[in-house]
């Protein structure tokens, strides 16, 4: 069937991590809600967990694990390596299928994580664009280190001057983990400068980013690679509503009790409930979480925690002793609730989906980052788009002394109003990047209008 842009089909090929399939899938509906014929390609594992807009087909390839995905995997990198393996093949299988359905697919959207994905695309002369699930400034550390302009592991002389113009300096603990402690998850560190090594052989590079919250940097990396900002990938719903039905991303690789959540929420006064969520990879150690009980109870605040490893039975007596201000979910609707009016503060590991997610609705943060990506991320929320603090540590983990400080500087203390104010004001920026005519969207327009056409 001719669709409104011709016989245009893009194929998006996802990584089965929530915070990689989010983003991939609102990519995946706002080609669709522009008239482009979109499939989605996800693993067995996960594909019955995917619930998008009947407009998109959703179709299996394999990472070799097909009954129970990354768990039954010994490592991560042997993970991976299955992937690559399998996922290449049934990848090539899928194009093939799709190709003689009627519209041939004529460009591969696919996750970082999968940088095989452009060998299959260019085996098929097909165009191809990775979609890069990070902030462009932790890119472009990375590409620093592909490029030879740091060395691992960093030491803090060589972080004295901005390593890339726009860029405040930085300390060691403001790299991404990988870098600051490159031994440890080296699996993924290889992966990542990997992708880095054929990046410019892509016909597009998006990232899900805006032009607004990463300017002088976007237009470093423009010049070396064909790099666009699309973002925030966020459900229209919860930005300019253009999508009807865009009320969440279509994936939930677990299972929530939202309406328990929701129900909690409206009988709270407006703005004052502390959300807490260390997002879907990172388990706080059991001191942590110690700290993060105490300091929500110390706080008097109520609070509302996203907490998956609660039933853990060495942590259950304490969850019991917190008492009443709080509720702890093993999982929620993070956008339901951060959208909540009665949601005043988000606690969060600075993932970069909870990080836009948190600009985007304009909830002032604290980050309490993990490992990877994070760091960075919190440097961001506090340092330069001021719209939070971070939580220092101490002996490796946040006291709940320190998680109360923070938590009473965004709610009520001297610098609240500010954070308050430019939290509303990113909220506005990240509309307008993704509003028709903003930089997001006119992005996505001329990546449309260069889609080859291939008749049937
Ligand atoms: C990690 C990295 O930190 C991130 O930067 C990278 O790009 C992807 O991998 P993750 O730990 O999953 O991500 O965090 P985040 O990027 O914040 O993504 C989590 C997603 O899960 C968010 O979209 C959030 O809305 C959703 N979520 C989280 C829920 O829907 N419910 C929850 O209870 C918690």
Redesign the pocket.
């Known amino acids: 069937m001719q669709n409104q842009r011709g016989h245009a089909h893009v194929l998006v090929v996802t990584y089965p991590?929530?915070?990689?399939i989010?983003p991939l899938l609102q990519f995946a509906k706002r080609l669709t809600s522009k008239g482009v014929k979109t499939t989605v390609a996800t693993t067995p594992y996960t594909i019955d967990s995917v619930n998008v807009d009947t407009a998109i087909a959703v179709e299996p390839i394999s990472d070799g694990f097909d009954e129970g995905g990354f768990n039954q995997a010994p490592t991560l990198e042997a993970y991976l390596d299955s992937f690559k393996t399998a996922g290449s093949k049934t990848l090539a299988e899928l194009i093939i299928k799709l190709n003689n359905s009627g519209t041939p697919v004529c460009c591969v959207v696919y996750d970082s994580l999968l940088s095989w994905a452009l060998g299959v695309a260019k085996g098929f002369g097909i165009p191809a664009a990775i979609m890069l699930?990070?902030s462009a400034t932790v890119c472009s550390f990375y590409w620093q280190i592909d490029r030879g302009g740091l060395t691992l592991p960093v030491e803090q002389e060589t972080l004295a001057a901005p390593m890339v113009p726009g860029l405040p300096s930085l300390d060691i603990a403001d790299l991404p983990s990988f870098l600051a402690q490159p031994t440890n998850q080296s699996a993924y560190l290889a992966l990542i400068l990997d992708k880095l090594g054929t990046l410019d052989e892509n016909d597009w590079v998006f990232c899900n980013s805006f032009d607004d919250l990463e300017s002088a940097l976007v237009e470093a990396l423009a010049a070396e690679w064909p790099v666009v900002t699309i973002g925030p990938m966020v459900p229209s719903f919860y930005l300019d509503r253009r999508i009807e039905g865009d009320t969440s991303?279509g994936a939930?690789l677990w299972n929530?009790g939202n309406d328990q959540c929701l129900k909690w929420l409206d009988s709270k006064p407006l703005k004052s409930v502390v959300y807490v969520?260390f997002?879907?990879?990172?388990c706080i150690s059991t001191d942590q979480f110690q700290e993060v009980a105490w300091g929500l109870k110390a706080s008097n605040m109520p609070f509302l925690w996203?907490a998956k490893e609660f039933k853990d039975h060495r942590l259950l007596e304490l969850v019991d002793s917190i008492g009443e201000t709080g509720l702890i979910v093993t999982?929620?609707?993070?956008?339901e609730v951060l959208a909540h009016q009665a949601v005043g503060c988000f606690v969060t590991?600075c993932?970069?989906?909870?990080?836009l997610?948190g600009l985007s609705l304009g909830v002032p943060m604290v980050g309490v980052p993990q490992w990877?990506?994070?760091p960075t991320?919190a440097k961001f929320i506090a340092d330069v788009w001021k719209v939070g603090v971070r939580a220092k540590r101490d002996g490796g983990i946040v006291t709940r002394e320190e998680l109360g400080k923070c938590l009473t500087e965004v709610m009520s203390g001297e610098r609240s109003g500010e954070i308050k104010s430019n939290a509303s004001r990113w909220r506005e920026l990240a509309k307008e990047a993704v509003s028709a005519g903003g930089s997001s969207d006119k992005n996505i327009e001329e990546f449309i209008a260069k889609l080859p056409n291939p008749q049937v």
Do not use: K, R
């Open positions: 991590a929530q915070g990689h989010n699930t990070n991303y939930s929530h969520s997002g879907s990879m990172a996203v999982w929620c609707n993070q956008l590991h993932g970069w989906n909870s990080t997610e990877s990506d994070q991320n």
